[in-house]
């Protein structure tokens, strides 16, 4: 899982007013876990589909790669770093994931990321919204998240075994955002990345996880 550190304008995430409501897949094997984050997340994810399906895309992109080379075995990278509760403690700002539903025995999960995110003296509470799709068989998965205002990232997190018992990880990442925030929003959530894949493999390394 992986996501962008929310903006400071999501302490207003709740207030999405007039949007369709998400509709939970039950049909698909799906495991509802409703809870207080829940109406939001619906809210805030109808708002993502509708820009998804929008022909006249307004925002500027940036796409990054940010590989990194992990000391143990692909089996045991996939299963740590695709692991959403593993990034709690690593991430930077991350604070909790609170999962909404999942999917296809787990494959598929839909959640909300809770951030403190520190701006200048104060620090305010940022709700990213997300879905990861974990594809094991093939040693990658995709996410993707949204944060107001309108701030969406497009993930694919890939596992490469490089025959010496190492295993290289690559996050290739696209931030969607208006003109006047992208660099900040690319340049900043780069460097949460960079945080929690440094952790990540500091504590796989070391065996702490």
Not at 57 to 64: D, I, W
Not at 72 to 77: F, G, R, S, T, Y
Not at 99 to 114: K, M, S, Y
Not at 150 to 156: A, D, G, R, W
Request: hydrophobic residues 35%; negative net charge.
């Amino acid at each position: 899982m992986k996501f962008i550190m929310g903006c400071a304008l999501a302490i207003t995430a709740c207030t999405t007013v007039g949007l369709p409501v998400a509709q939970a897949d039950t049909a698909g094997g799906c495991i509802e876990s409703n809870n207080g984050y829940t109406a939001e997340w619906q809210a805030s994810w109808a708002a993502y589909q509708a820009g998804q399906n929008n022909p006249a895309e307004s925002r500027a992109s940036v796409v990054v790669d940010l590989p990194i080379t992990i000391n143990a075995p692909l089996p045991k990278v996939w299963s740590i770093y695709s692991n959403l509760r593993n990034d709690i403690g690593r991430h930077p700002f991350l604070k909790d994931v609170i999962t909404h539903r999942t999917c296809d025995d787990g494959q598929v999960v839909d959640f909300t990321a809770l951030e403190d995110i520190p701006m200048g003296p104060v620090t305010f509470p940022g709700h990213t919204q997300a879905e990861q799709r974990l594809h094991p068989a093939e040693h990658f998965y995709t996410s993707d998240s949204w944060d107001i205002p309108n701030i969406t990232t497009h993930q694919l997190i890939t596992f490469t075994d490089n025959g010496d018992g190492s295993t290289t990880v690559n996050e290739h990442i696209t931030f969607l955002a208006d003109p006047t925030l992208i660099q900040f929003t690319a340049d900043n959530g780069a460097a949460s990345h960079r945080a929690y894949q440094a952790a990540l493999k500091r504590d796989i390394e070391n065996g702490s996880l």
